[in-house]
């Protein structure tokens, strides 16, 4: 199916993302945005931009009909729904697909397969890629159910919501007399945030990385892998660091190559087609486990891109236009070594607390291997309408070593004025002796890292601080003073009082 | 002009000298401050050492920012401080703590009630913001006294959501 018009469903930094990546194929480019996004960076880089409603997602970006009637009033002929929002829904899949427009993803069917993760589990089991162990089979299960199951499992597990993603609807069980609220509330949140309730239970593998491997599938039944993710630096199961390669795997080709293998066979086994990525977790002893496919584009893609040079939002353009997959991707060496910081609204020092509000300044640092990915600019709104991405800080490095030193460069660089951001948290994170080391799981974050230890002796210039802090307040001062003063001699004060004086001259 | 101004909890003397030199406690500095842009981000040489600072306040006191670390500082005038010091701290009015929506969002479940005992890290209220229901817990063991929020309830950021009192011991 070939197209020349896109409608991207989405906004924030995957909407601009998708649309370069359009733009640099001579597509033509649509937006939709909220009534709070009208201003936003997607919307200044389409060609063409439709309003479809209101600021909540489930009122905007989640409302099919009205992405359709949008790409049917602009005669776009293909979506793509970017990550989060539609980008797992096999219905909306399916609903482009009888419209007559071509969904930039996987087939419904493939979506569907991987979303339920009770399904997902049983398909895979089946094709021969080995699962985590759990409950087993693909219907809903009762709480009487989960808890005989659980008894067989052992502790400590986990409960996931079927229809999960993004750590939400899951909970850590170490003592199975705490496992019925734990239900309760995993699934309170699945309901919340898919609309299902169903769970599941899954061992917890202790000190297991999460690692990942992202895949291309073209419609003509070639699947590639683009090497492994390292993307166990999470919080509640929220990653904040990727890279790629995983230091843990290093110059182990075999063992990428055998991770890589097992990724292709799930694809195969849902007949996937598109960008995709299976989740893996792997153990100290290098035993490897499918958690999960994410049928979409993933936030982390550009780790990816930096260390193989290949375009993954331009694979997915072409594959969509039915092209075939470059011979030149199978086998593909990754040169180098790169990290990601997710930069969020958040208060690292006050449990990672959502900051929102406007955004006064965005300075965003550049350079040799510095990649910025954002929708955010000075002047624009951080909601608690959508996720708190500000944006993703990437630098390459031809070592990990050069690309670690790289990043706090540019996190040095980096300023966000208006709302808080976690950047303390990475800057401490990569003078972590253990991450530097490459020695963690995906507990580190929350057993092992402590943002109060690690800030200690960060904080070199107190005296600098002081001197800035006081010329400002004095200057302050002097400025109320003047204005005060200009008022009783009935002046217009706005000149005088307009302006720093430059203290020192 | 001279200042007590606190950093991350620090006190330091700061007086302004003639010819841009300050004293911050026994040193003595030679500063050059320029603004680079409107009242947010400053070029200081100290010492021909140079930095680049930026003041912000989203936490209701002045931030400074260097190097992406954020010191958090309070500037009181001489004058004021003594006042201070003779007046003694005029907070502590109440022994109550407040619970407070760190950020605008949806009350999903409130656990608490009022009269009921509470330990420390107890949660109080559940809060759901982009996308995440974050757990708001007791910061020590109380009484609460007042519950002004129910499941359902936008709130905005900074209400009171939950009082807790001291409770008797």
């Known amino acids: ?505 | 002009m001279k200042y007590i101004t606190t950093v991350d909890g620090q006190e330091y003397e700061v007086e302004l000298l003639e010819d841009g030199r300050i004293r911050v406690g026994e040193q003595e500095y030679q500063v050059d401050l320029r603004e680079v842009d409107d009242d947010r981000v400053f070029t200081v040489l100290v010492d021909g050492r140079s930095f680049e600072a930026a003041l912000t306040n989203e936490n209701d006191h002045l931030d400074v920012i260097i190097q992406g670390v954020r010191y958090q500082t309070e500037v009181v005038d001489e004058h004021a401080m003594l006042l201070r010091q003779v007046v003694g701290d005029s907070g502590a009015l109440t022994e109550d703590y407040k619970l407070e929506a760190p950020m605008p969002g949806l009350v999903v479940l409130v656990p608490a009630s009022i009269g009921q005992g509470v330990d420390e890290g107890d949660v109080l209220v559940i809060l759901e913001s982009m996308k995440m229901q974050n757990e708001l817990r007791a910061p020590k063991a109380g009484v609460v006294t007042e519950v002004n929020v129910q499941a359902g309830d936008n709130v905005e950021k900074r209400q009171v959501l939950v009082v807790l009192g001291a409770g008797e011991e």
């Not at chain 1, 550009?302 to 993954?312: F, K, M």
């Not at chain 1, 593909?332 to 790169?338: E, K, S, T």
Request: hydrophobic share 40%.
């Open chain 1, 1 to 505: 199916m070939t197209f020349n018009k896109v409608l991207v469903a989405n906004r924030g930094e995957i909407a601009v993302r998708v649309l370069r990546a359009c733009r640099e194929l001579g597509l033509e480019t649509v937006a939709v945005f909220s009534e709070v996004d009208r201003k936003s960076l997607h919307v200044r880089f389409a060609d063409e931009a439709y309003p479809i409603g209101p600021a909540p997602a489930a009122q905007s970006y989640l409302r099919m009909e009205k992405l359709i009637a949008a790409a049917k009033q602009s005669g776009a002929q293909a979506i793509h729904p970017g990550y989060g929002f539609l980008s797992e829904n096999a219905e909306f899949a399916q609903l482009c697909a009888d419209e007559g427009l071509t969904f930039i993803g996987p087939p419904p069917d493939a979506i569907r397969k991987m979303g339920d993760k009770g399904v997902a589990r049983a398909t895979m089991h089946a094709a021969g890629v080995p699962v985590v162990p759990g409950t087993s089979g693909d219907h809903a299960l009762s709480d009487d159910e989960l808890i005989a199951e659980a008894h067989k499992i052992g502790t400590p597990l986990l409960v996931k919501a079927t229809a999960g993603g993004g750590g939400k609807g899951m909970r850590t069980v170490t003592d199975l007399a705490d496992l019925p609220a734990a239900l309760e509330s995993a699934r309170r949140e699945a309901k919340s945030a898919f609309g299902d309730d169903n769970v599941y239970l899954e061992k917890r593998i202790d000190g297991a990385r999460h690692i990942e491997i992202q895949l291309l599938a073209d419609q003509h039944g070639t699947v590639v892998h683009l090497g492994e993710r390292e993307c166990s630096i999470q919080r509640r199961h929220q990653k904040l660091l990727e890279e790629a390669p995983s230091p843990f795997i290093g110059d182990d080709e075999e063992f990428r190559q055998k991770m890589g293998a097992v990724g292709v066979l799930a694809a195969q086994a849902v007949g996937y087609v598109n960008a995709g990525t299976v989740e893996c977790l792997v153990d100290a002893e290098k035993n490897f486990y499918f958690l999960e496919m994410n049928t979409r584009l993933q936030v982390e893609h550009p780790v990816t891109e930096l260390v193989t040079g290949v375009d993954i939002v331009v694979q997915q353009l072409r594959i969509a236009q039915g092209e075939r997959l470059p011979f030149e991707l199978q086998n593909l060496a990754m040169r180098g070594a790169a990290i990601e910081c997710r930069i969020n609204a958040e208060d690292a020092f006050n449990q990672f607390f959502p900051s929102t509000g406007m955004v006064r300044e965005h300075d965003v640092p550049t350079g040799p291997g510095v990649r910025v990915d954002t929708g955010v600019f000075g002047g624009s709104t951080i909601t608690p309408h959508y996720d708190p991405m500000i944006a993703k800080l990437v630098c390459w490095g031809e070592t990990r070593q050069q690309a670690i030193m790289r990043m706090r460069r540019a996190l040095e660089e980096y300023r966000i004025l208006g709302v808080i951001s976690n950047i303390p948290f990475h800057q401490n994170l990569l003078r972590d002796p253990r991450f530097l080391a490459g020695d963690f799981d995906t507990r580190f974050v929350e057993e092992r890292f402590s943002m109060a230890v690690a800030a200690e002796g960060n904080n070199r210039y107190p005296e600098i601080a002081a001197i800035v802090a006081t010329l400002a307040a004095h200057e302050q001062t002097e400025r109320s003073a003047r204005i005060d003063r200009d008022c009783q001699d009935g002046q217009s004060s706005w000149k005088r009082s307009g302006r720093w004086k430059e203290y020192g001259r």
